[in-house]
T-cell receptor
Framework: DAMVIQNPRYQVTQFGKPVTLSCSQT?????MYWYQQKSSQAPKLLFH???????NEADTPDNFQSRRPNTSFCFLDIRSPGLGDAAMYLC???????????FGPGTRLLVL | SQQGEEDPQALSIQEGENATMNCSYK?????LQWYRQNSGRGLVHLIL?????REKHSGRLRVTLDTSKKSSSLLITASRAADTASYFC????????????FGTGTRLTIIP
């Protein structure tokens, strides 16, 4: 089945230790998104790719970076995680911008 | 500030009753979407309604859109325990914007 896959589902890291979250899709969608969601809050868009074009949200901290080496994969790198970065990280895809988004199950990040 | 705000923030009803959630937004939109999120999971798309549409149905779901009032409602009829989840509205502000802005969400609890 076509889907959006996120690995790992749970990630524990130490304060300041770089961590990478991964997302892959079999939908062949042009657009891939990364959201941060904290408890009982709305998903907050960090950045998105339209094909290879990277779009950063103005309020996304420099500590967060992303890579999209090909259509199928997208990575979220947190260079120096702080306690405030503990959250659920959601990856989503859409065929075209603004249309239906398909979400992965998320990666819950815990920072010790 | 949030583009979309849901009302109420939390709603508890008996199984079999209808549930109505409202979403208000601030700027003109191209489309409005509703998503469901079960606890600790990714979001699942429910319905997309375009700015030139007033009502859409999907199974037990009915969505209305009033662009003059900048508001939308999601009605779930004959609720089931499995409908317990958080529901988010999301708006695409301009055609081809490539991203959605999510509302604050309504936490729906169905009491068996």
């Amino acid at each position: 089945d076509a889907m959006v896959i996120q690995n790992p589902r749970y990630q524990v890291t130490q304060f300041g230790k770089p961590v990478t979250l991964s997302c892959s899709q079999t939908l062949n969608h042009n657009v891939m998104y990364w959201y941060q969601q904290k408890s009982s809050q709305a998903p907050k868009l960090l950045f998105h790719y339209y094909d290879k074009d990277f779009n950063n949200e103005a309020d996304t901290p420099d500590n967060f970076q992303s890579r999209r080496p090909n259509t199928s994969f997208c990575f979220l790198d947190i260079r120096s995680p702080g306690l405030g970065d503990a959250a659920m990280y959601l990856c989503a895809t859409s065929l075209a911008g603004g249309e239906t988004q398909y979400f992965g199950p998320g990666t819950r990040l815990l920072v010790l | 500030s949030q583009q979309g705000e849901e009302d109420p923030q939390a709603l508890s009803i008996q199984e079999g009753e209808n549930a109505t959630m409202n979403c208000s937004y601030k700027t003109s939109i191209n489309n409005l979407q509703w998503y469901r999120q079960n606890s600790g999971r990714g979001l699942v798309h429910l319905i997309l309604i375009r700015s030139n549409e007033r009502e859409k149905h999907s199974g037990r779901l009915r969505v209305t859109l009033d662009t003059s009032k900048k508001s939308s409602s999601l009605l779930i009829t004959a609720s089931r325990a499995a409908d317990t989840a958080s529901y988010f509205c999301a708006t695409e502000r301009d055609f081809g914007n490539e991203k959605l802005t999510f509302g604050t969400g309504t936490r729906l609890t169905i009491i068996p």
